[in-house]
């Protein structure tokens, strides 16, 4: 203002007279002056005069983080703008100034600080900030006791700077932190007491984008299965992230879930040369073992191999791992870098195998396999011969405490073994065909044989190579020391029989103390073919049955014809044919003979429960043909399966010398020959059609077809009724049967007859019925003989159950359990071979069943468990019943069980208290309690009937009832049961 040419200094105050406008903490603004009038009225607001402008401090916010590649180290800044400006009009004001109180930050916590926060003060002095970590996880940052507010020369922009890093573990992902400031802003006026200072909080939530390597590792096989106690994986790594190169890998082992596998050699074998890496046990059954760069899209090969202590499948846990630094030496270390994968321990099975040359290929000297091999199957009495058998480590898995039994026919009764004769040769230890003695031990278990066998340890025969422990190797780990062969000789004695063979169990151990594939398994060599001076002859026999080879009833007779060739030798003084009866055959007489030269019959005997039918040969016979025979006849035998007729014939030799002995006769088989026959008698088959039960003349009806599928009868048959024992479901004979009824016969083959017929009062069981015996009639005797069933007796135990049909189930438990009105049924089996299913069968009155479901079987084998929950029971009382179904249809029916329930007391009324208005929910126990409600009442406090509600309707075991014509209060509702049961509950209402 100028005033006389003068200018005249002028302090003026911005008041805001203005209701409308409010100036509340607001740094930048507009103050209009203006001048009196002559009136000295002042002018109306926002008249134009001389404008102040001021601007205070103006702050941006900036938050930035670049997307992240796994290892990278990035700073997240924390900047913002401060501007402070003002017009020239009023030069002499104080301009503001401003300062960072603090800063916090939330920062995810795969994210972790790599280096000490500082303030950057775009050219000014950089200071240190303090820091420190809150119990929430956050981290408040405050400047330094050198970092200064600035003041209003310039636009400047400080910023905290923290640099920040992942983790192994953290994933690919878009991850929200979160900031808040906390800044003081001043305003410094001319007068003290009039400075502004303003406290300001600003939050903001920056988003950090981080991308991990895609690694995966898996095995690609297993190159090893368990052989002698190691195995070898082959693995692959490989960097599905094309565009980023992984610097620090490693492979961790981790095998704290089976502690018997170690870590032995670790093979890179990316390039096809193997190179071997050193690994790194860091402790607690962790390995690591460093494979370097995985340049982007590249995979790396390695081979694992370990070795483990239990033989059984187990698990080596291998994953991939990466860091930033350098490969871990600690477990602490360790990042969750990625997947497991799993290398499995397959253990290999040793196999043994064992072989036994025939005589003619088998060398002559054991000492001496080149000399020349025996060259014939055909030995002579008191003639050495040799014997040659290998044992082969015929799996990849070496064999341990291998030993064998050797089966000698007559060993000590007529061959023996050759002292000082064994040797032994091992592939890989032995030069070929260069056998050697057996050890001392080895020769002592030659020499004591226990019966006609030898039981003979490898160790015994070469302790120093195959004792304490050592194993014949496996053929995967030395193909040139997987073989053994131990050679004897024999010698025939005064007591020999020919025509038989030898015979080789052999067994060992696998290197987990488990018994290798093939022990046990016998080997024989072909039949020793043994002829003394004397040459035995041969004889060629052939039988039939006339006229025809079956047999029907249980007295049926038929003629046996011989017809013999003896050729290629003499018949001696006792040399014999003797024919063996099958079972049920038996010897009739009626001996004829057709040739000039005839056996003499001699007699019959009985051994093993069979009849032996005895002839002797004329001697001195060659070159003759016998053409005879006798009478076969059957007995009262159950069987219904014809045996064979076996026709053996015996030449008798003897006064042969072997060295200085005169030998003893001995028997020598010259043939043999085998006649099959069948035997066919009434087979019945018993069918309950139907059993039902009269209450009210306490009377059963039932009707049984009898059916014959066998040879038709001669006489009557009797079926005997009986009651079924109620726990064990059977018949119990020693009780009189009910009734009985006779069928006359004959009954022929594949008719059927049908038995109706009632009885009153038997004093049987209402939940178990009838069971039904076939018996003969005294007169028809064994004419009328049965198949299949002892004491001509035949079972039916359950109604349409056929009676030679025996279920391949065994059933062991059935029981019934309530739980809350309803039933669980519970059984069990035994065993379900060919088994199809359960039918779980309902009654109300234990006589009438319905099928409520069925449950398949599991066909094991053993021990089975089931339990099925009837949810809808249509009655407080119930009988069940199994119907077990066989895969062909047969069935059979399990006892019968049932259960009485009390459901009453048991409603449910919801909710309540209701709102006045709802609708009250009445829920049941059961459906079947449900059906039988017929009534239901709702009265007041004082018993007057408000709402009578006849049979109500139903759904899902609840019913609905309305609550409109109902006042808010207490109300009392009663449910009436068909049987005459009464139910009250109290009901609140009110108004919401």
Not at 327 to 356: K, W
Not at 864 to 892: I, Q, W
Not at 918 to 937: A, D, G, M, N, W
Not at 973 to 989: C, F, H, M, V
Request: proline content about 5%; aromatic content about 10%.
């Amino acid at each position: 203002m100028r005033w006389n040419g003068r200018k005249t200094p002028l302090e003026a105050f911005a008041v805001n007279t203005c209701e409308s406008i409010t100036l509340n903490k607001v740094n930048n603004f507009r103050a209009v002056f203006y001048m009196l009038d002559a009136e000295l009225d002042r002018r109306f607001c926002y008249t134009l005069g001389t404008n102040l402008f001021y601007t205070g401090s103006d702050y941006n916010f900036n938050t930035t983080m670049d997307e992240l590649f796994m290892c990278q180290k990035k700073n997240i800044g924390n900047a913002f703008a401060f501007t402070s400006r003002t017009g020239d009009i009023f030069p002499n004001e104080y301009r503001p100034t401003h300062r960072i109180d603090s800063s916090i930050m939330w920062v995810p916590e795969e994210f972790i600080l790599v280096n000490t926060p500082k303030v950057d003060s775009d050219g000014d002095v950089v200071v240190e900030v303090i820091y420190h970590e809150n119990p929430d996880g956050s981290i408040t940052f405050l400047p330094g006791p050198d970092y200064r507010p600035h003041n209003w020369r310039n636009t400047f922009n400080p910023k905290i700077k923290s640099k920040w890093t992942t983790t192994c573990s953290t994933p690919t992902g878009i991850y929200t932190g979160k900031t808040i400031y906390h800044k003081t802003l001043y305003n410094y006026l001319h007068d003290a007491d009039k400075h502004v200072q303003v406290m300001e909080t600003d939050a903001h939530l920056p988003e950090i984008i981080y991308t991990a390597p895609d690694v995966q590792t898996v095995v690609i096989n297993q190159v090893q299965s368990g052989i002698n106690g190691t195995v070898e994986w082959e693995v692959q790594t490989c960097n599905y992230s094309s565009e980023m190169d992984i610097e620090t890998n490693w492979l961790e082992f981790d095998n704290t879930q089976n502690p018997d596998i170690t870590i032995e050699q670790v093979l890179d074998i990316t390039s096809g040369a193997a190179v071997a890496i050193p690994f790194n046990d860091i402790g607690s059954g962790k390995t690591i073992v460093p494979i370097n760069t995985l340049f982007g899209g590249s995979c790396a090969t390695h081979i694992i191999r370990a070795s483990y202590s239990l033989c059984e499948e187990k698990d080596l846990l291998i994953r991939h791992g990466w860091g930033c630094n350098d490969h871990p030496s600690v477990i602490e270390e360790i990042g969750n870098c990625s997947e497991f994968t799993f290398g499995r321990v397959t253990p290999q099975p040793a196999q043994l195998s064992a072989t036994i040359a025939t005589l003619a290929e088998t060398p002559a000297d054991p000492m001496n396999p080149s000399a020349g091999l025996f060259g014939s199957d055909t030995l002579i009495m008191c003639e050495p011969f040799p014997v040659e058998f290998r044992i082969i480590s015929a799996g990849a898995t070496s064999l341990f405490d291998i030993n064998f039994d050797i089966l000698i026919p007559n060993l000590g009764l007529g061959i023996e073994y050759v002292p000082g004769s064994a040797t032994i040769e091992v592939e890989g230890i032995d030069l070929p065909d260069t056998p050697r003695p057996v050890a001392t031990t080895g020769e002592n278990a030659f020499a004591n044989a226990i019966g006609t066998a030898w039981n003979i340890q490898l160790a015994d025969l070469d302790p120093t190579n195959f004792g304490s422990g050592q194993p014949l190797l496996g053929a995967g780990t030395n193909p040139y020391q997987n073989e053994i062969i131990i050679r004897w000789l024999m010698q025939t004695t005064c007591d020999f029989t020919s025509g038989e063979s030898l015979s080789i169990r052999s067994f060992a151990d696998a290197h987990c103390n488990g018994i290798t594939l093939g022990s046990g398994e016998t080997v024989r060599s072909s039949d020793l073919d043994i002829k003394g001076i004397v040459q035995p002859y041969a004889v060629l026999m052939d039988g039939v049955l006339t006229p025809d080879n079956i047999f029907v009833g249980c007295e049926d007779t038929k003629t046996l014809e011989i017809d013999m060739t003896i050729a290629g030798g003499v018949t001696g003084l006792n040399d014999s044919l003797i024919i063996t009866l099958g079972s049920g055959l038996y010897y009739a007489g009626g001996n004829y003979c057709l040739s000039s030269d005839c056996p003499t019959f001699v007699g019959t005997q009985t051994v093993d429960g069979a009849e032996q039918v005895m002839y002797q040969y004329p001697a001195g016979i060659t070159e003759t043909q016998m053409d005879f025979g006798f009478d076969v006849k059957t007995m009262n035998d159950m069987s219904c399966f014809g045996k064979d007729i076996n026709l053996h014939s015996k030449a008798q030799t003897g006064g042969i010398a072997c060295g200085v002995n005169v030998c003893q006769s001995t028997d020598i088989s010259t043939g043999f020959s085998i006649v099959g026959y069948s035997v066919e008698k009434p087979n019945f088959s018993l069918i309950m059609e139907d059993l039902g039960f009269e209450h009210a003349t306490n009377t059963y009806n039932y009707s049984i077809n009898v059916s014959n599928y066998g040879a038709a009868t001669e006489g009557d048959v009797i079926v005997d009724l009986y009651c079924l024992n109620e726990l064990t479901g059977e018949i119990d004979l020693s009780y009189p049967y009910v009734i009985s009824h006779t069928i006359p016969g004959p009954i022929a083959q594949n008719e059927t007859v049908s038995i109706t017929d009632a009885v009153i009062d038997p004093q049987c069981g209402l939940s178990m019925g009838f069971g039904a015996v076939i018996r003969s009639t005294s007169e028809s005797g064994f004419e009328n003989c049965f198949c299949l069933h002892e004491d001509d007796r035949l079972l039916n135990l359950f109604p349409s159950d056929d009676v030679f049909y025996e279920l391949p189930v065994e059933l062991t438990r059935f029981e019934l359990r309530e739980e809350a009105c309803n039933v669980r049924l519970y059984w069990e089996s035994a065993s379900e071979i060919d088994f199809k299913e359960y039918e779980i069968e309902w009654s109300k009155d234990g006589m009438n069943f319905n099928t409520l479901a069925v449950i398949p079987g599991t066909g094991g084998l053993t021990h089975e468990t089931y339990n099925y929950l009837d949810r809808e029971p249509e009655a407080d009382k119930l009988y069940y019943r199994l119907k077990m179904v066989d895969l062909d249809g047969s069935y059979e029916y399990s006892v019968i069980r049932n259960i009485a329930m009390d459901c009453s007391g048991l409603v449910k009324a919801f909710p309540n208290p209701i709102e006045s208005g709802k609708k009250l929910i009445l829920e049941f126990p059961h459906i079947s309690v449900t059906r039988h409600v017929e009534t239901i009442i709702l009265t007041d406090m004082l018993g007057r009937t408000i709402k009578n509600i006849e049979q109500p309707e139903i759904s899902n075991s609840r019913i609905l009832v309305n609550t409109d014509y109902l006042n808010p209060g207490s109300h009392l509702l009663e449910i009436r049961y068909e049987n005459g049961d009464r139910q009250t509950l109290k009901i609140l209402l009110f108004n919401k």
